[in-house]
């Protein structure tokens, strides 16, 4: 009988906030062309003459602003999640970041050392987009066909509308909206409008058909911004929130070539001067907080709508370690394991 597996995937972290850790960090994220896919000349360039000479003083003092005294809170929330997790199913469940450690070729290390022929691979992203949710399928299963080339893998497809992510979403968002607020924002990390271009092969629904994400098309199986709208669409709907009261929007642009729009920067100001006093902000996309939202949003942010005229900005937590969020886990890997035969693989790329 073959042996099974869980290996949950996240974005990572720098080792701590020193300058050459935050650099080192920064060169692997920036190397990958899924995240970064200019043309070679172009990309070399702007990475180490525009970016790794100057930006890494500015992100690790960002990091400072959040680190936590047992190190990055993403890596010390994704440790706690498997750990969580670990106590609902006898299946050993591992850990890996695509950028950073605990590394993605350690965990298939470990994995190959137990014997393991069957592992479920669960990316921690709901929705998919080239620069999160493909890249860390693509860079688990290079390192398992190098490592362990007999390793089944089944991956968790992209859980954007799922039920438990969704009951796991309102359930965290619920009690801020039981205190008084003018408008609560989405926000959603950002990717550039090219990139739902280049995931389209027919070349002539995203960004071409007018709203084409409330347009069904096969295309939205890989399309980021109609997922995030589908998310959105099934959480207002439950928590019963008026269409006057909220709105979508995306951050952490990088570059300058357009991105996903509107933008959450500009929309804080926007809210602000249009009369928005008390504004909530959940960032869906982020299952486990981290420099994008304690930082971006928790700090940068709520000084940008402070200064534009607002009275309160409240982060509200992402999923983290709640209990709905773990009980959803726990249901995608019971299934797995209760698979009797091997199945094929969940090809989403």
């Known amino acids: 009988m073959s042996r099974k597996a869980v290996l949950i995937t996240n974005l990572g972290s720098p ?9 080192r960090y920064l060169k692997e994220f920036l190397s990958d062309d899924r995240v970064f896919d200019a043309p070679q000349p172009i990309k ?19 990091y400072q602003a959040i680190w936590t005294q047992d190190g990055a809170p993403l890596i010390v929330t994704s440790r706690k999640v498997q750990r969580l997790l670990q106590e609902k199913t006898d299946l050993p469940v591992e850990l890996s970041m695509r ?23 669960v990316p921690l992203y709901p929705h998919y987009a080239m620069s999160s949710y493909e890249t860390a399928v693509v860079d688990v299963r290079e390192h398992a066909r190098k490592i362990a080339p007999q390793m089944r893998i089944t991956v968790q497809p992209p859980f954007f509308r799922e039920q438990g992510y969704i009951d796991a979403l309102c359930q965290r968002i619920e009690p801020y909206l039981e205190n008084k607020y003018d408008y609560i924002l989405f926000s959603f990390h950002g ?3 090219r990139h739902l271009r280049k995931g389209d092969p ?8 007018p709203d084409c994400c409330r347009n069904c098309s096969p295309v939205q199986s890989v399309c980021y911004r109609a997922q995030c ?11 019963k929130i008026p269409a006057t009261k909220y709105n979508m929007s995306f951050q952490s642009r990088f570059g300058k070539e357009p991105w996903l729009k509107p933008y959450t920067d500009f929309e804080f100001v926007r809210l602000a001067k249009e009369g928005v006093k008390r504004l909530l902000v959940i960032t869906p996309a982020f299952v486990s907080d981290c420099l994008e939202t304690l930082e971006e949003i928790g700090i940068q942010g709520k000084n940008d709508f402070l200064e534009a005229g607002g009275s309160s900005l409240q982060l509200i937590p992402c999923l983290n370690d709640h209990p709905a969020w773990i009980d959803f886990l726990a249901a995608r890997v019971a299934v797995f394991e209760k698979q ?3 199945g094929p693989a969940a090809e989403i790329l």
């Open 340 to 342: 009797c035969e091997p």
């Open 99 to 121: 950028y950073g450690s605990p590394s993605t070729s350690a965990a298939i290390e470990r994995l190959a050392q137990q014997g393991i022929q069957e592992l479920f691979l």
């Open 229 to 239: 709208l589908r998310t959105v669409e099934e959480v207002v709907t439950r928590l």
């Open 191 to 193: 990717i550039p409008e």
């Open 44 to 62: 070399s360039y702007i990475l180490y003459c525009k970016v790794l000479p100057f930006r890494p003083k500015k992100t690790a003092e960002a």
């Open 15 to 23: 080792d701590s906030t020193s300058i050459p850790d935050v650099r």
């Open 202 to 209: 027919s070349n002539a629904h995203c960004t071409v058909v």
